[in-house]
């Protein structure tokens, strides 16, 4: 069975700078899908980046950015710039890749709380 | 163009107690995936409809079941609550095709507390 693990409870940071959250996960699949989202107080999931692991290319939205080490089973979330809004919750997501008539399932990590200081 | 929608928003259910949660996903999908979120916890994949039928179903007993409708809404239900149901129940929808790198779309979920 997959599973993802975050280390860090809670991650606090300055405005303007710059904080890297960590996920390492388990799989023995070689074809997958990871995953950062965003849950603010509003409690609603935001997806935040996507990664395939087929591609070795790290993936990029404007301020976020991920750092994909596939052997090492390492997938962290890179935010810089870093905005009062982009206080929440974060949780870092594996899924399987869809077969016959399924869709893999996410399976998240327990989150990272981070705090953003003025 | 909405997004997925979730019904209600806040549920206080006794012990013992019956529940139906509601989800309209967003439009365009055809795939709705539930999830329980205890407080403090990433969520748990409860199960995933789709053509109206269950095709996953993670570590959740009997108690849990489900519904999903010709226009792809879905239910979800719960027997005889327990304490422990008190979570944030998760919708997710989504566009079922062989090769997908979609993160599904969330609702805003149900807050449900069991007294």
């Known amino acids: 069975a997959q599973t993802v693990t975050q280390s860090q409870p809670e991650m606090s940071v300055q405005e303007a700078e710059t904080v890297t959250l960590s996920c390492t996960y388990d799989?023995?699949?070689?074809?997958?899908?990871l995953f950062w989202y965003k849950q603010p107080p509003s409690r609603q999931m935001i997806l935040v980046i996507r990664q395939e692991a087929y591609k070795q290319q790290n993936a990029t939205e404007n301020r976020f950015s991920v750092n994909f080490q596939k052997a090492a089973k390492s997938f962290s979330l890179k935010i810089s710039d870093s905005q009062l809004g982009d206080a929440a919750m974060y949780f870092c997501a594996y899924r399987s890749p869809n077969y016959g008539g399924s869709q893999g399932n996410l399976i998240f990590g327990k989150g990272t709380k981070l705090s953003v200081k003025p | 163009d909405a997004g997925v929608t979730q019904s209600p928003t806040h549920l206080i259910k006794t012990r013992g107690q019956q529940v139906t949660l509601r989800c309209s996903p967003k439009s365009g999908h055809d795939t709705v995936s539930w999830y329980q979120q205890a407080l403090g916890q990433g969520p748990q994949f409860i199960f995933q409809y789709y053509e109206e039928e269950e095709r996953q179903r993670g570590n959740f007993p009997d108690r849990f079941s489900g519904h999903q409708f010709p226009n792809y809404s879905s239910e979800l239900n719960v027997n005889a609550l327990l304490l422990g149901d008190s979570a944030l129940y998760l919708c997710a929808s989504s566009f079922n095709r062989r090769r997908s790198d979609d993160g599904y779309t969330f609702g805003s979920g149900t807050r449900l507390t069991v007294v």
């Open positions: 799989t023995s699949e070689s074809d997958y899908y």
